[in-house]
């Protein structure tokens, strides 16, 4: 699902897209009163926070759409051993031989590095989403700020 067709969005990205324009053809335009500029550190503010809400809900799929990768490779690890103790047995062995205990080691460790890396890859997306929202909170206080400073 992409974020537009998330409820309420499209209409916010309208209304905000508006806000700003207006602000800031405001401030090009030399019409640049106290409250315009107020106006546009809200504005800067709200813009951040639409995105920040957008980045976090990203990084929440990310880390979701890892632990159900995780699953997956935890299922197919567990497939191929069953297919392994099968196969022994079709074959007359024993799952309990040591060369097959060997293969099912060695097949639950790769299962679990899987499902391991699968994990740290959605929480790594996570963190990076976390990064750019950390960033645009930081650019648009001193943007905020900026705007202030001129109002006063």
Do not use: C
């Not at 067709?5 to 602000?23: E, I």
């Not at 550190?41 to 880390?63: H, I, P, R, T, Y």
């Amino acid at each position: 699902m992409d974020w537009m067709s998330k409820p309420g969005n499209g209409a916010d990205v309208a209304h905000g897209a508006s806000t700003l324009l207006g602000v800031f053809n405001d401030l090009q335009s030399g019409g640049a009163s106290a409250s315009i500029y107020r106006n546009a550190a809200k504005a800067a503010k709200g813009g951040a926070a639409f995105e920040n809400a957008q980045l976090s809900a990203m990084g929440k799929d990310a880390v979701a759409a890892a632990q159900r990768q995780a699953l997956d490779e935890s299922k197919q690890s567990q497939l191929a051993q069953s297919r392994v103790v099968a196969t022994a047995a079709g074959t007359g062995g024993s799952a309990s031989d040591p060369s097959v205990m060997a293969i099912l080691g060695n097949l639950a460790k790769e299962g679990n590095t899987n499902a391991l890396s699968a994990l740290y890859t959605g929480q790594a997306a996570q963190g990076e989403y976390q990064n750019r929202i950390a960033a645009n909170d930081y650019e648009s206080k001193a943007t905020a700020a900026g705007y202030n400073m001129k109002a006063n």
